[in-house]
């Protein structure tokens, strides 16, 4: 007697995967407009969201195409200082993530890898770091130095290389006591090499995670910082400087502030939307 067997079902897909598929979908489509409305604001808006006029200020939004989110006091368009504004917001969150980065991967590194002295010192260093408190040696720091662009951007990077330290450290630490390690010093390869082909490249995945993280944190910090006057020039458009003028305006002009603060929101939860992505990702124990 002939049998048949039906074919295979299809595997289902499980929840877990649908949903991360829909994380990293909805993360990059917020981050990436955002990212390409904010390079294309120079072509967008030539006059960079400055023209004003005050026939048309406090324009309620929705109500003109050509000001769509409406005006602010001075009567300048909304829509056209929001995307301006976040080439500053952009530009600190990047940069910062990178420069702190940068240090705190060379400070771990020397940390983990050599040990003894050279661990004591960044580490006992880091400790007091974080023993101070953030606004207070904020405001500490933009009292003597100034506020501006690259004071804040250089004032992030020096604040946070500690997490970036600890983190490379604790991997550095597990790594060279790993086989592959073991058996590349015994065949008598160098330090520098030895760091270059065989510690960072297990070091990448978990500091990807971290940095992406951190750009979100970092627009927001910039952010806050310019709100309460501690950020960059109030001249200069900012997501933060636009909560700030728009404050005093949110009973009569709610718009002035709300569309800022979206445009923090919805990029803050792209960015960490493609962060927990890329944790589930590239970290093995969190996958189901």
Same mark, same amino acid.
């Given at each position: 007697?002939?049998?048949?067997?039906?074919?295979?079902?299809?595997?289902?897909?499980?929840?877990?995967?649908?949903?991360?598929?829909?994380?990293?979908?909805?993360?990059?489509?917020?981050?990436?407009?955002?990212?390409?409305?904010?390079?294309?604001?120079?072509?967008?808006?030539?006059?960079?969201?400055?023209?004003?006029?005050?026939? #048309?200020?406090?324009?309620?939004?929705?109500?003109?195409?050509?000001?769509?989110?409406?005006?602010?006091? /001075?009567?300048?368009?909304?829509?056209?200082?929001?995307?301006?504004?976040?080439?500053?917001?952009?530009?600190?969150?990047?940069?910062?993530?990178?420069?702190?980065?940068?240090?705190?991967?060379?400070?771990?590194?020397?940390?983990?890898?050599?040990?003894?002295?050279?661990?004591?010192?960044?580490?006992?260093? #880091?400790?007091?770091?974080?023993?101070?408190?953030?606004?207070?040696?904020?405001?500490?720091?933009?009292?003597?130095?100034?506020?501006? /662009?690259?004071?804040?951007?250089?004032?992030?990077?020096?604040?946070?290389?500690?997490?970036?330290?600890? @983190?490379?450290?604790?991997?550095?630490?597990? @790594?060279?006591?790993?086989?592959?390690?073991?058996?590349?010093?015994?065949?008598?390869?160098?330090?520098?090499?030895?760091?270059?082909?065989?510690?960072?490249?297990?070091?990448?995945?978990?500091?990807?995670?971290?940095?992406?993280?951190?750009? #979100?944190?970092?627009?927001?910090?910039?952010?806050? @910082?310019?709100? @309460?006057?501690?950020?960059?020039?109030?001249?200069?458009?900012?997501?933060?400087?636009?909560?700030?003028?728009?404050?005093?305006?949110?009973?009569?002009?709610?718009?002035?502030?709300v569309f800022p603060g979206l445009a923090i929101m919805l990029t803050v939860l792209g960015?960490?939307?493609?962060?927990?992505?890329?944790?589930?990702?590239?970290?093995?124990?969190?996958?189901?």
């Open positions: 007697m002939q049998t048949t067997t039906s074919p295979a079902a299809p595997k289902a897909v499980k929840p877990r995967s649908r949903y991360r598929s829909l994380e990293f979908v909805l993360g990059a489509v917020l981050t990436g407009v955002m990212i390409v409305l904010v390079l294309a604001s120079g072509w967008l808006f030539p006059d960079g969201g400055e023209s004003m006029d005050l026939t #048309a200020r406090l324009m309620a939004p929705f109500n003109s195409a050509a000001h769509l989110f409406g005006t602010d006091p /001075l009567g300048r368009d909304v829509l056209a200082r929001v995307i301006v504004g976040g080439k500053i917001s952009l530009l600190v969150g990047f940069a910062s993530v990178l420069g702190g980065a940068l240090l705190g991967i060379i400070m771990g590194l020397i940390a983990g890898y050599y040990r003894g002295f050279w661990d004591m010192i960044v580490m006992r260093f #880091a400790d007091v770091q974080l023993a101070l408190p953030f606004i207070l040696v904020a405001i500490t720091f933009i009292a003597i130095l100034g506020g501006g /662009l690259f004071n804040v951007i250089f004032f992030m990077i020096i604040s946070q290389w500690v997490q970036y330290a600890r @983190l490379v450290r604790a991997q550095v630490l597990a @790594l060279r006591e790993r086989e592959f390690v073991l058996a590349a010093r015994a065949f008598g390869v160098r330090d520098l090499a030895m760091i270059r082909h065989h510690i960072v490249p297990n070091l990448l995945g978990p500091l990807v995670i971290l940095m992406t993280l951190n750009v #979100a944190n970092n627009i927001l910090l910039e952010s806050s @910082l310019t709100f @309460l006057g501690l950020g960059v020039d109030p001249m200069i458009p900012s997501w933060g400087g636009m909560l700030a003028d728009g404050r005093t305006y949110m009973q009569t002009a709610w718009w002035v502030s960015l960490n939307l493609l962060g927990d992505w890329l944790r589930d990702r590239l970290d093995p124990t969190g996958k189901i």
